[in-house]
């Protein structure tokens, strides 16, 4: 590919005129910058390499002067990655747009716009996070804008947001097959899931995913003999795993449980009645659970609290249960449908997360 031409706004030109009329530290330290990052290459490839580590380390105090002499936004990493290649002779392009990932995230698929810099070397353009100056995947970026234009632009409106949801599509011979048949029959195309938005598509991924794991309680329960609390139960808690992840989960699960009991156990001397006793439990869980997120924020761990109110419901209702299994039949009793209804939700969350399960169940309900 032919190379683009760099932005030569702080061509070699423009930064000698400038730093004869002004003296800008500005100008200074981009100068020093270019010609460090001369000195330690040898070839194009590592003066860009050296050039992106050395804006990298925002404790430069070159870096520190670009950031507070230069234009208007040049304090932004990937304006001011930009803005110093280009000066450098070399083509690069501020970048927005978003980045693709395969995990599930709590809002659903929701995601940010991301800033990166494209960078001309080696033959072609490559993506480089201005904070850490590594390179990106670029197939796992979507850009929407180049350089200064705004994502949205608007005339006589103010307070404008804009929200992106983004979901892989596997279902590429269903869709096909969904697009003909809209036109063959609108009926079958019309009640079909994925003619829904995609943050709707979402919701419907997890609760066609409830049937399957009744389907497996059902099976425990009957066939195999196991004991838990009620049917649907462990397959809520399951859901609720997979916020957290599977062993975060049943860690966080059985200690809450267990401090939660204790607590009930506290309640039961003052002779609260059954809606204040549950109101008490549920505010007592929501501060466990608030406190283990600040303790993650704190060691940089993520518990996958994002959307806590649907765990917070189950936790509560199963320290309830187990209290009064543990108040009517005995703690032996109580521990050992404690325990059931972990194991069921343990293998329930192995199948509903299994990929071809969910796929089948969102594809073909009717199975």
Known sequence: AERPRADNTYDEEARRILAEEEETPFIFALDALIEAAREGSASEEGFVAELINSLANSDDDRVIALAAGGPEGVEEPARRLALVLNAAG?????????????????????????????????????????????????????????????VIETAGVSGVSASYTLAPRPEDAATEALRRSDEAAPLVAALSLLSLPQDTQYVFR??????????????????????????????????????????????????????????????????????????????????????????????????????????????????????????????????????GSLVAAVLSYVMMSNDYVEHMAFMFPEL
Request: glycine share 12%.
């Open 90 to 150: 070399v083509p690069a392009r501020r970048v927005s747009g978003l980045v693709l990932s395969e995990g599930r995230t709590a809002a659903g698929g929701a995601s940010e716009l991301r800033l990166w810099v494209d960078v001309w070397f080696r033959g072609g353009w490559r993506s480089i996070d201005p904070d850490t100056g590594d390179e990106l995947d670029a197939r796992h970026l979507l850009p929407l804008t180049t350089g200064e234009r705004p």
């Open 206 to 339: 997890v609760l066609m995913l409830i049937p399957v794991g009744a389907v497996l309680i059902a099976f425990l329960r009957q066939v195999v003999g196991l004991t838990t609390f009620g049917t649907f139960m462990p397959v809520l808690i399951a859901l609720a795993f997979r916020e957290t992840s599977l062993w975060t989960g049943v860690v966080l699960f059985t200690g809450i449980v267990m401090i939660g009991l204790g607590l009930r156990a506290y309640f039961n001397g003052l002779q609260l009645l059954i809606v204040p006793r549950l109101a008490a439990v549920l505010s007592i869980v929501a501060m466990l659970m608030a406190v283990l997120a600040l303790l993650g924020g704190a060691f940089k761990i993520t518990l996958g609290f994002g959307i806590s109110l649907f765990p917070l419901v189950i936790i509560t209702m199963t320290i309830e249960r187990m209290s009064l299994v543990w108040d009517e039949f005995g703690a032996r009793e109580a521990l050992m449908r404690g325990a």
